[in-house]
């Protein structure tokens, strides 16, 4: 047993003298991990270099015998796209650092974008020791597409050539209209040179993002991207900041890929007091001229306060009907529904009919906060026969006599009746299968309890 422990002993030390060894080995020269050809400036169709530095970081043993070479690891290029070359230091003397120089080719279709070309691999020996390292090697070229101007229209004031520093502000349900200026800044105008352009604009302050058609942009020319469609704010956006971020996208004739991009910050301004009207329900539907119905209003408390003054005004302008429902009492954040019942004059016209429904607080409607419209149908309905009159979903319903007006003012008129068996309805069903279930279980207790009285 003491021997087994003995050589356990000697195997550990050993394993540790080979990790010590392995880290001094690994530490003994340093550079980065990863390097970048290019810049957002490089030109195409020139050579570029950079220098690499090696550091020896052993304070007594040089490095010799330096090799480099290089493999492409992209799908889109060749390695003899780049025509990739070294200047390699013959020897790193002790703590001192040594220059490797990379040079290469920037091809015609090499993307702007900073992306990874492949990998250096450099060897060296150091004393008795081999070293290797891996270095990615990544390329960057110039973007010819630049955003040359954004003018923004918010709420039909039109903020012309904002730029990154500006912060221009807007409401909930508020439009929003952009034209984006994108230029092409090569200088020939060959068909090679023409990029087929692309713009988006995303935001969390609207809904989803937009695309614009695409179009051919010739060489040192520009376009006005104006065919967004128009945005809104989120009508549940926050009293806050939101990123707005353009993007220009194109490919040119040599299959470059060009990107710009242009950010800068949508002020949201939430009021105290806002009310917004969620949706409006008509029932029944189409409305009968002279008889009554009713209007579901759902809301949301979307302020950041809660309020017990809030109002919704109902209005039909064409028909000189109005209902305003006062004093409502909402907390922040909270949705309700609140229902009004109207009657319709019975010399009514046929057709349609815009219903206004506006949402505000305190008794004053220069203080409203939302606004929305319901297309009403109105109907003679005298010469109907009443299983001609459907409701939306075409389902047949009954006209019942509106009752007289409570004391309350509130009038519960029309609404739609079936009439259906009971037999006919799942609850009967459902009765039936218990009723069967226990009569089962009677039957198998009397058996049982039959056999009993035998034995006994």
Partial sequence: MRKMFKALEIFIYALLLLITVASAANAAWTMPSSTTLGDDSQERDEFTQLSLSITNSDNSTSITNIQASFSETSTKYDATDFNITFDIPSSIDPSTTGTLTVHSFVPLNKNSKREKIGAITLTADQGNNSLSKTVELFMEAESKLRIDQVDITIDGDQDEDIDENDDPEAKRKDDVEFIVTVENRYNDNDNEFEIDTEVTIQSD???????????????????????????????????????????????????????????????????????????????????????????????????????????????????????????????????????????????????????????????????????????????????????????????????????????????????AVRKASFFDSSAYLTLLVFAILVVLVLIVLLLTQGRKDELY
């Fill in 205 to 415: 302050a609207f809904e989803d993002e937009r695309d614009s058609d695409s179009s051919d942009i010739e060489g040192d020319d520009s376009y006005d991207f104006d065919d967004f469609q128009t945005f809104e704010v989120d009508d549940k956006a926050k009293d806050r900041k939101y990123d707005v971020t353009i993007t220009a996208e194109g490919t040119d004739g040599f299959g470059a890929e060009h990107f710009d991009e242009f950010k800068f910050d949508l002020d949201v301004k939430v009021e105290d007091r806002e009310i917004t009207i969620r949706e409006i329900n008509v029932f029944p539907a189409p409305v009968c001229a002279g008889e009554s119905f009713r209007v579901d209003i759902d809301f949301e408390n979307t302020g950041t306060r809660d309020l017990n003054d809030a109002v919704l005004y109902i209005e039909f302008d064409d028909l000189a009907i109005t209902k305003k429902i006062s004093n409502i009492d909402i907390r922040d954040g909270k949705d309700k529904t609140e229902s009004v019942t109207l009657l319709i004059p019975k010399d009514t016209d046929e057709g349609t009919y815009f219903m206004d429904v506006t949402a505000f607080y305190k008794d004053s409607s220069s203080a409203d906060t939302d606004r929305e419209s319901e297309l009403i149908t109105i109907r003679d309905c005298d010469d109907m026969p009443k299983e001609a009159i459907v409701q939306e979903d075409d389902t047949s319903f009954d006209i019942v006599t509106p009752t007289a007006p409570a004391a309350t003012g509130m009038v519960f008129g029309v609404s």
